[in-house]
């Protein structure tokens, strides 16, 4: 008979984990669909109307690659870089409007878990695939400026977003706080967030179930924990949950 494995086993590097790497926009942030109104947003500029099957198609792809960095996005939807450019800032110009209208609240528990994880000794490092400006327009919306240790967009990690590990892994040299890769958990709610963790080797790679993908999807890219949301890390991390 084949042993059946526990829904979230912790393991024994659990309670060792030094650094955590959060996930913005559906991790500790919600935001309420303005990915997808922004989108729809931005491509008009470009020529495509929402509604039209060309749209429909492509807010396939944006909802499919959530957590993915937004100018590789657009690069692939349209394949000319002006016109990535010019749709990645239309969309960056939307989403801003849009949290700076208010639309924008942490998840539940959110500010609460980081207080925790960073009270207990750990560094906590939020990440985004969105612009650096847009992710200061969200810290400051929110009042985050100073809740986590060091924020970080793919222009901080040489300008590659997710899957790639490299977020994950320039907050583990600039902080300095772990020894190893195994000693970080890499926190989000969407497959590219878990293949970006699994990528950097992480010893931890958590998705939670307050954004863009569910269950299965986290799992098989390479979820080791799943979690209702980010306000279950702290008890997880301390080797309870």
Same mark, same amino acid.
């Given at each position: 008979?084949?042993?059946?494995?526990?829904?979230?086993?912790?393991?024994?590097?659990?309670?060792?984990?030094?650094?955590?790497?959060?996930?913005?926009?559906?991790?500790?942030?919600?935001?309420?669909?303005?990915?997808?109104?922004?989108?729809?947003?931005?491509?008009?500029?470009?020529?495509?109307?929402?509604?039209?099957?060309?749209?429909?198609?492509?807010?396939?792809?944006?909802?499919?690659?959530?957590?993915?960095?937004?100018?590789?996005?657009?690069?692939?939807?349209?394949?000319?870089? +002006?016109?990535?450019? =010019? *749709?990645?800032?239309?969309?960056?110009? $939307?989403?801003? &409007?849009? @949290?700076?209208? /208010?639309?924008?609240?942490?998840?539940?528990?959110?500010?609460?878990?980081?207080?925790?994880?960073?009270?207990?000794?750990?560094?906590?490092?939020?990440?985004?695939?969105?612009?650096?400006?847009?992710?200061?327009?969200?810290?400051?919306?929110?009042?985050?400026?100073?809740?986590?240790?060091?924020?970080?967009?793919?222009? +901080?990690?040489?300008? =590659? *977003?997710?899957?790639?590990?490299?977020? $994950?892994?320039? &907050?583990? @040299?600039?902080? /300095?706080?772990?020894?190893?890769?195994?000693?970080?958990?890499?926190?989000?709610?969407?497959?590219?967030?878990?293949?970006?963790?699994?990528?950097?080797?992480?010893?931890?790679?958590?998705?939670?179930?307050?954004?863009?993908?569910?269950?299965?999807?986290?799992?098989?890219?390479?979820?080791?924990?799943?979690?209702?949301?980010?306000?279950?890390?702290?008890?997880?991390?301390?080797?309870?949950?």
């Amino acid at each position: 008979m084949t042993p059946t494995t526990p829904t979230n086993p912790v393991t024994p590097m659990t309670s060792d984990i030094r650094l955590v790497v959060l996930d913005m926009a559906g991790t500790t942030v919600a935001d309420g669909g303005l990915v997808e109104r922004a989108f729809a947003t931005a491509v008009q500029t470009l020529g495509v109307e929402p509604g039209s099957p060309r749209f429909e198609e492509q807010l396939a792809y944006v909802r499919a690659t959530m957590g993915e960095s937004k100018i590789s996005v657009f690069r692939h939807l349209f394949g000319e870089e +002006d016109l990535a450019q =010019r *749709g990645n800032s239309a969309f960056e110009e $939307a989403y801003g &409007a849009l @949290v700076d209208g /208010g639309l924008i609240e942490p998840i539940p528990g959110a500010r609460e878990a980081v207080e925790k994880l960073r009270g207990s000794g750990r560094t906590v490092v939020l990440t985004t695939g969105f612009s650096r400006v847009t992710q200061d327009a969200i810290l400051d919306a929110l009042g985050w400026r100073d809740l986590a240790d060091l924020t970080l967009s793919p222009a +901080d990690a040489g300008g =590659r *977003g997710r899957p790639y590990p490299d977020m $994950a892994l320039t &907050a583990f @040299v600039r902080t /300095g706080a772990a020894d190893d890769v195994r000693q970080v958990a890499v926190v989000g709610d969407t497959s590219y967030d878990m293949r970006s963790g699994v990528r950097a080797g992480a010893g931890v790679v958590a998705g939670v179930l307050t954004g863009a993908h569910g269950d299965a999807d986290l799992r098989a890219a390479g979820a080791t924990h799943v979690l209702g949301s980010v306000a279950e890390l702290p008890e997880l991390l301390e080797g309870t949950g």
